[in-house]
């Protein structure tokens, strides 16, 4: 990578993108500029004043491939009722509107953005969020239109990113402050009662005159009223739903223990005329919901829950009576004729009426290389082209293709089962259990000689079996474990994640995308040599065939001209025929060529070409293995079952098989409903599965999987919906990350018997009857304190040692 | 001894209202973005003089 760089210093690099000028170099202002794009904007921001874009981030300007899209593409922003959905706010003079804009990359990008009020002036506040790359834009909407703005945007290479789902009824964008609230609330209210409750820590309460102790113990009870009141409730709502279910949770001892607490020193101070614990009740709050916040460590820019809307355009441009018009996806009816440019995704699954079609698939499986496809065929919804213009015919609506279809399935329906108890709430219902037959066993055993000590022994037993330290040791250790997960480019959903990777037993992977790189596969011709001529009938033969080989083959051709063969057949398994000049050209397996069976001893396809029988050469093609995965496949045979679902044909079955072993499971041509049934009957079936793949044609299986792990190579960029998102680059890393899983589950179980060990000690002196308030006051923070710190360290370390050992740089 | 009562008062109403200040901290989202401050306040002021002054807005978000 540096060695590039050194040598293309000595070349042109653009002034504004910072990319290298390929042809020759368009100077302006005696600056170089790649394309009239880069130059049109530097010259907008110099005529602005605005140059100094180009000090604060050293490869500021994005590169403005825009000519070629249309001028008319923002029509739809016209619309009243477009312009109604998107906006965040709109008097009779101002409209306020948010935009995600996915450019933002620098500080030059926010500075620039910041500065919008200088291109125009009726813009007047303009902030960016960096982190969310979104802007916030205020602007004079009577003299300044929504589309105008969107247009000045993408001029200046900051397109906003306007998608389907924006137009459907917008859950507004809301952070959960309420939890902060609450846990601000209990900070202050604990820290105030520590300290009117420290003379009573240290019996110095004699020493004080008797009226002090009396305001002390009211203004204790008093900051005690918010903490009950208001920052428990969300325990005491979590509670009652679980009951009313049928169940015992974690929250239900909580709020025993809060409630016997509160109650409790209610009775003390009024009857007894005593202090009561409720800096108790502060601190255990206090520390509960800082376990909760710890919990909700959450990845801003990721999305989890995007589906096929978030990735199709919101409007397409029909072919109407009227001449072209602009319309929303929804509208899109069977048999419209639409109108996709260079660079626009197809919206539905269509026949291809007029134009040169290269579509670029990769949104759905993955493979980058784009597939040539001849009027008259179908082109599925989901392609992206990547030539001229092109007319076609829709076959079915948006929401009904090939592609779409999958999201009309039950799983997506009915989302992720909720009966999977976490380990503490299946823990929390035995333990309550345990904690009132030893609360009602010494109510029984003292009720034979007093009554008050057996009512007191009754409620101190509540109270210190609380399992503030048992409800802690879950968010704090699945609290860490996602943290060190994001540090290595895992990103999971929620801390919930966690609990179901370790549970996992199967593992299915896809195969393009995932486990193969696409663009790192190799191809070499072997034989005769290829003239101009061959070549072109060889490049005029595998354009049109959507295998993956063949993509490969077409892109090391090259730019070459493609022969006119006639009478291309495909077949399946075989490979691809055509007649040229009179003579059969074939391109295929040996076996289908007639030469027998070849076995190669690397790790490779070979297609033959023969020419009227005659066998010229072959191809060798060596898949692009990622990183890692090998070895990882190895480890995780050792964990579970592995699987493989492809939706390729199977080409590849005998070098997969011969790297990865006889015992993983291969499935090729699998369509996206069929891998959402494979894993289905393996979850009927009762395995705990975990299912990694990247396009959109896995979307379903990612969902009906107990665990769904899509892998990207940038984790801004695309993403079907999942439970969690994997850096294509540490997939080798998979087992790593699943067995620190499985260990953070016996983090939790160690911490579970370190706070049972607290409990025991408390229980102990509070049957005897022993329980004083200093008893108490230590008791409680040391037991949460300890098992804070104890999961915290534990992941740490064993995240540390899984990695040296493994040779991994984990920072 | 009685100072105490007043000391009680004044650091009650003290903590509270940073309580207070801390709330409308969070309304106005002071915490909902902690990263695009630090690059916004390098920035240099601009001397052009086509810049036309934000006009404050009646109602911020």
Known sequence: MNMKEVKQKDRTLCFHCGEQCL??????????????GCMLVYEVLNENGLSSYYEYGEKPGIKNDNNNKSANRFDYLEEPEVIQKLIDFQNEKETHISFDIPAIHCASCVWLLENLHRLNSNIFESRVDYVKKEVHIKFVHNALSLKELVRLLAKIGYEPSIQLDALEEKPKRRIDRKLIYKLAVAGFCFGNMMFFSLPEYFSEVSLLEENFRGLFVQ????????????????????????????????????????????????????????????????????????GKYFQQKTYDRLAFDRDYKSYFPLAVTRLGNKGEEVVSLPKIKVGDTLKIRHGELIPADSLLLEGEARIDYSFV???????????????????????????LNVQKAPSQGYLTDLWNQDSFQLGKPKELESLANAISGKFTLVVLMVAFGALAFWIQTDVSVAVKTFTSVLIVACPCALAMSTPFTLGNTLRVFGNRKFYLKNSHVVEQLAKADTYIFDKTGTLTDPAAATVNYIGFCLDEENKSVIKGMVQHSMHALSSRINVWLGEIKPAYVEGIGELPGKGIEAI???????????????????RTKDFGNRIYISFDGEVKGYFHIQSGLRKGVERSMDQLKDMGQVHLLSGDQDHDRENLQKVFGA??????????????????????????TVMVGDGLNDAGALQESRVGIAVTSQ????????????????????????????????????????????????????????????????????????????????????????????????? | ??????????????????????????????????????????????KNKKTVKPKPSPKTK
């Open chain 1, 365 to 391: 499986t993955g493979e980058e290389v784009p597939v040539f496809v001849k009027k008259g065929s179908l082109i599925y919804a989901g392609g992206r082209q990547q030539a001229g213009a092109l007319l």
């Open chain 1, 219 to 290: 203004l204790n009870l008093a900051l005690s009223l918010p903490v009950i009141f208001y920052s428990a409730t969300d325990y005491y709502r979590s509670a009652w739903y679980s009951l009313s279910s049928g169940r015992v949770n974690m929250d239900v001892p909580i709020v025993m223990g809060i409630i016997s607490l509160f109650v409790y020193s209610l009775y003390e101070v009024i009857e007894l005329g005593e202090s009561g614990y409720f800096d108790s009740i502060g601190g255990l709050l206090f520390f509960l919901l800082i």
């Open chain 1, 23 to 36: 042809d020759e170099s368009l100077r302006y202002d005696e600056k170089d500029f790649c394309c009239p």
């Open chain 1, 715 to 811: 984790s801004t960029h695309f993403s079907p919906a999942s439970d969690a998102i994997m850096d294509a680059d540490v997939i080798g890393q998979l087992p790593q990350f699943i067995a620190l899983a499985k260990e953070s589950r016996n983090v939790i179980k160690a911490s579970f018997v370190l706070s049972f060990l607290y409990n025991i000690v408390g229980i102990s002196l509070a049957v005897q009857g022993l329980l004083s308030p200093v008893i108490c006051a230590i008791l409680m923070p040391l037991s949460s304190i300890s098992v804070v710190v104890f999961t915290t360290v534990m992941i740490n370390y064993l995240a540390m040692r899984k990695g040296s050992k493994n040779n991994y740089s984990w920072k």
């Open chain 1, 580 to 598: 040229y000049n009179g003579k059969i050209v074939r391109i295929g397996s040996a076996k289908w060529l007639g030469i027998g069976n070849i």
């Open chain 2, 1 to 46: 001894m009685e100072v105490i009562f007043i000391l009680i008062g004044v650091s009650l109403v003290l903590a509270s209202s940073f309580l207070f200040l801390f709330f409308r901290a969070m309304k106005k989202g002071q915490f909902d973005d902690t990263y695009t401050p630090s690059v916004r306040i390098l920035f240099d002021s601009h």
């Open chain 1, 663 to 688: 015992a993983v499971e291969m499935n090729f041509n699998q369509s996206p409903k069929e891998k959402l049934q494979y894993i289905k009957s393996l979850n009927d079936r009762g395995n705990k």
